[in-house]
T-cell receptor, first 113, second 109 residues
Framework: DTAVSQTPKYLVTQMGNDKSIKCEQNLGHDTMYWYKQDSKKFLKIMFSYNNKELIINETVPNRFSPKSPDKAHLNLHINSLELGDSAVYFC????????????FGEGSRLTVL | GIQVEQSPPDLILQEGANSTLRCNFSDSVNNLQWFHQNPWGQLINLFYIPSGTKQNGRLSATTVATERYSLLYISSSQTTDSGVYFCAVIKAAGNKLTFGGGTRVLVKP
């Protein structure tokens, strides 16, 4: 059983489209995250939810909207996709929001043409 | 925010060699993790080590929290050790895991 799973793993789409990436964790963790990895491999946090409540919202365009229907799921919806949104998006979870080990999903590679 | 610097940025090793990767951070932390991103892009947890020393097979890590650094040791390197090694920390009283820029390791046969 995969602990943190993301779908889809690959996504190729045109500029201006809207797309979603889904994430689920079966670890019983309270906190989930979205990270973005750019072409230079730098990893930066975008959002974090603790028990369905948004606790971290970095400087991210409001075209990105996370949604957490329950504490095991955190989805990322992106409107009006731009070329610069091309990246690998990683979902992660941890038991607590301020300590404890984070576990990452396999990543979703988004390519905007 | 907290600064996390990793060195060296790139490392080329001959199979069988040993190496040490370093992670410096600018503030007190209550979480420090080492990850290996393999050539397929997966982020593999290596160590959760906010302080002390841990060993797992050919890998070991030491964090000296009072001096704000952590070291990752790779012994008898293998080609499968190639990839990018990331250090990441959560600042004390913080809630964000902040990554360093990574060390890119290539192990040649």
């Amino acid at each position: 059983d995969t602990a943190v799973s993301q779908t889809p793993k690959y996504l190729v789409t045109q500029m201006g489209n809207d797309k979603s990436i889904k994430c689920e964790q079966n670890l019983g963790h309270d906190t989930m995250y979205w990270y973005k990895q750019d072409s230079k491999k730098f990893l930066k946090i975008m959002f974090s939810y603790n028990n369905k409540e948004l606790i971290i919202n970095e400087t991210v365009p409001n075209r990105f909207s996370p949604k957490s229907p329950d504490k095991a799921h955190l989805n990322l919806h992106i409107n009006s996709l731009e070329l610069g949104d091309s990246a690998v998006y990683f979902c992660a979870s941890s038991r607590f929001s301020n300590t404890g080990e984070l576990f990452f999903g396999e990543g979703s590679r988004l390519t905007v043409l | 925010g907290i600064q996390v610097e990793q060195s060296p940025p790139d490392l080329i090793l001959q199979e069988g060699a040993n190496s040490t990767l370093r992670c410096n951070f600018s503030d007190s932390v209550n979480n420090l993790q080492w990850f290996h991103q393999n050539p397929w892009g997966q982020l593999i947890n290596l160590f959760y080590i906010p302080s002390g020393t841990k060993q797992n097979g050919r890998l070991s890590a030491t964090t000296v929290a009072t001096e704000r650094y952590s070291l990752l040791y790779i012994s008898s390197s293998q080609t499968t050790d190639s990839g990018v090694y990331f250090c990441a920390v959560i600042k004390a009283a913080g809630n964000k895991l902040t990554f360093g820029g990574g060390t890119r390791v290539l192990v040649k046969p």
